[in-house]
């Protein structure tokens, strides 16, 4: 599924269905602040990214951002040009198969499709690695503050949006098993992880029985899904009453007509550097598809094993979802709170961000900036 598809689609609702949308999206965009940039994290692997910049002051935080599916870095290029006016420096990271960063290899790929649970738990332990060898070596090159004494200022953020959050508790859940220099630089500088809107597969965790999304609806020509899920994820929802943590208060198919969908405030620029299909229906479907056993233990151990939080002493775990979003998101913050209460509570705070969907950070990136700040609160 080429990009140039998704594109056309767009521009035709651009321009015949959206007149008015499409003049103020053909405005041209300005020019961006950030810098594009790689760092190679060993055994041949190289990781892409975007970086906001050292902020003027030394005192200021790094998060460091892991995208979802089909969504690749410049998805925050809002919160990248706001950083500095927050004191913030943002790395948006390009996972492996997205663009700049290297693919996975074949062998790789058979893992996610048919390997053993123990071979795809190793799967995830080495891109765990990878991000956490990132991380060092993005804090050492740049020479990014320290937390300060109090607590308060400096040090870095892991971020993990959608199914990114894959990465994101790969990374902490196997912190024991890095280099030894990786395991100091994470337990020095990590005061935050936090998980926006993790669907639930993303975790190893079941689906509610009505989940639908335009990937795997086989009614949809196939040719279809990805740029129909592009369409899908990026609108909102109008959900029941939300106090009864009721699966079935939620939509899970039909978009609100209360609000625009993101989609429309993208340029067809911005939406192709955004978007990459292609890798979305590589190793990400496979990860989607096959992947729960492996996954289920290693969200488990990254929050709740006490052992592994020990060894981030300044760790704190924040995990949020939009209440106008797609249904995954909200699903996904009950089966979380529910854990954290089974495993005796206190390891996670979440919240519920209201008039928010999958994309905050596109719609209302100052909400998102912030949201992600308060993890250090
Ligand atoms: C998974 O195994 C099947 C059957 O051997 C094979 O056809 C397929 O290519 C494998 N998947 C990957 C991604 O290698
Ligand atoms: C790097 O390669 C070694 C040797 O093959 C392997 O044990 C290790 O898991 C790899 N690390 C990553 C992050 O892939
Ligand atoms: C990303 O990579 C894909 C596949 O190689 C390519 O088709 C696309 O043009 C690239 N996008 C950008 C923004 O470079
Ligand atoms: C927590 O993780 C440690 C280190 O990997 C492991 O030895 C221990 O069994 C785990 N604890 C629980 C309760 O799963």
């Given at each position: ?6 594109s056309?689609v767009?521009?035709?609702?651009f321009f015949?269905?959206?007149p ?6 053909a ?6 602040q950030?810098?594009?940039s ?6 041949g692997?190289?990781?892409a990214?975007?970086?906001?910049g050292?902020?003027?002051?030394r005192?200021?935080?790094t998060?460091?951002a892991?995208?979802g599916?089909?969504?690749q ?8 040009d ?9 790395v948006?990271?390009?996972r492996?198969?997205?663009?700049g960063s290297?693919?996975?290899t ?6 996610l499709?048919n390997?053993?649970?123990?071979e795809q738990?190793?799967f ?21 503050p320290?937390?300060s004494?109090?607590g308060k200022t400096?040090?870095v953020?892991?971020?993990?949006w959608?199914l990114?959050n ?9 912190i ?11 337990a020095?500088y990590?005061?935050?992880l936090?998980l ?5 597969v ?10 639908w ?19 899908w994820?990026t ?8 106090s009864t ?9 039909l978009p ?14 911005q939406?192709?550097?955004v ?16 992947n729960?056993?492996?996954?289920l233990?290693?969200y ?10 020990a ?11 939009g209440?106008i ?8 913050l009950?089966?979380i709170q529910d854990?954290d209460?089974?495993?005796g509570?206190?390891f996670v ?10 994309f905050v950070?596109?719609d ?14």
């Amino acid at each position: 599924m080429s990009v140039l598809n998704v594109s056309s689609v767009l521009l035709l609702l651009f321009f015949y269905l959206f007149p008015a949308i499409s003049a103020a999206a053909a405005h041209h965009p300005a020019p961006r602040q950030y810098t594009t940039s790689s760092l190679n994290v060993g055994n041949g692997t190289t990781l892409a990214y975007l970086d906001s910049g050292a902020p003027s002051s030394r005192t200021y935080t790094t998060i460091f951002a892991i995208h979802g599916m089909g969504f690749q870095s410049p998805v925050w290029e809002k919160v990248l040009d706001l950083a500095p006016a927050y004191n913030t420096r943002f790395v948006a990271i390009n996972r492996r198969d997205y663009n700049g960063s290297t693919p996975y290899t074949a062998g790789d790929l058979n893992v996610l499709q048919n390997g053993t649970v123990s071979e795809q738990t190793a799967f995830f332990q080495q891109r765990g690695e990878e991000i956490a060898t990132f991380i060092e070596l993005f804090i050492k090159q740049n020479g990014l503050p320290a937390p300060s004494a109090d607590g308060k200022t400096g040090g870095v953020a892991l971020l993990g949006w959608s199914l990114g959050n894959a990465f994101g508790v790969s990374t902490i859940a196997n912190i024991q098993t890095y280099a030894t220099s990786t395991q100091q630089t994470l337990a020095k500088y990590l005061r935050g992880l936090v998980l926006q809107e993790p669907p639930s597969v993303s975790l190893g965790l079941p689906l509610p029985p009505q989940s639908w999304s335009p990937q795997i609806d086989t009614s949809i020509p196939a040719a279809d899904r990805q740029p129909g899920f592009v369409q899908w994820i990026t609108a909102y929802f109008q959900h029941g009453d939300l106090s009864t943590r009721d699966v079935n208060v939620l939509e899970y198919v039909l978009p609100s007509i209360t609000h625009v969908p993101s989609v429309f405030s993208f340029t067809t620029d911005q939406l192709a550097g955004v978007t990459n299909l292609a890798a979305a229906s590589g190793g990400d479907t496979f990860i989607v598809g096959y992947n729960q056993a492996a996954l289920l233990p290693t969200y488990r151990k990254a929050l709740f094993n006490k052992t592994v939080r020990a060894a981030l002493p300044l760790l704190n775990v924040l995990e949020f979802t939009g209440d106008i979003t797609a249904n995954f998101g909200i699903v996904a913050l009950w089966q979380i709170q529910d854990d954290d209460a089974a495993a005796g509570g206190g390891f996670v705070k979440t919240e519920i961000l209201k008039g928010t969907n999958h994309f905050v950070h596109w719609d209302q990136p100052a909400l998102a900036l912030s949201t992600y700040l308060s993890v250090f609160d």
